[in-house]
């Protein structure tokens, strides 16, 4: 049974920093493509960003680029988000997704994933 889930949420002042993980189990995730997304309350949930699992190439959404990466600790099967300079726009759910690897093609539409996590929430107050 596939199962990824995150932990690292919290409250944090505009400016901080936070580290989201992700903790994959049930497969093996070498040829998947690992993708963090997030839902603010109102709104359709969001591209983050999103590599392979093997290798560093990673797609990121423009309102992310140069404040958030994304890494994976191979061993631990964990996949980190890391998230520096927030802003209060970035407050949302944060969601781990896995679909197999078929290059860039639809990275960012949800629905091309397969597994989720249940999230966590991160907010950044002003």
């Known amino acids: 049974q596939v199962q990824l889930v995150e932990s690292g949420g919290g409250l944090v002042q505009a400016g901080g920093s936070l580290r989201l993980s992700c903790t994959a189990s049930?497969?093996?995730?070498?040829?998947?493509?690992m993708g963090w997304f997030r839902q603010a309350p109102g709104k359709e949930r969001e591209f983050v960003l999103a590599?392979?699992?093997?290798?560093?190439?990673?797609f990121y959404a423009d309102s992310v680029k140069g404040r958030f990466t994304i890494s994976t600790d191979n061993i631990k099967n964990i996949v980190y988000l890391q998230m520096n300079n927030l802003k209060p726009e970035d407050t949302a759910v944060y969601y781990c997704?896995?679909?197999?690897?078929?290059?860039?093609?639809?990275?960012?539409?949800?629905?091309?994933?397969?597994?989720w996590g249940q999230g966590t929430q991160v907010t950044v107050s002003s």
């Open positions: 997704a896995a679909k197999p690897s078929r290059g860039w093609n639809g990275v960012e539409r949800a629905d091309e994933y397969d597994y």
């Open positions: 590599r392979t699992w093997v290798g560093s190439d990673t």
């Open positions: 049930g497969r093996t995730f070498t040829f998947y493509t």
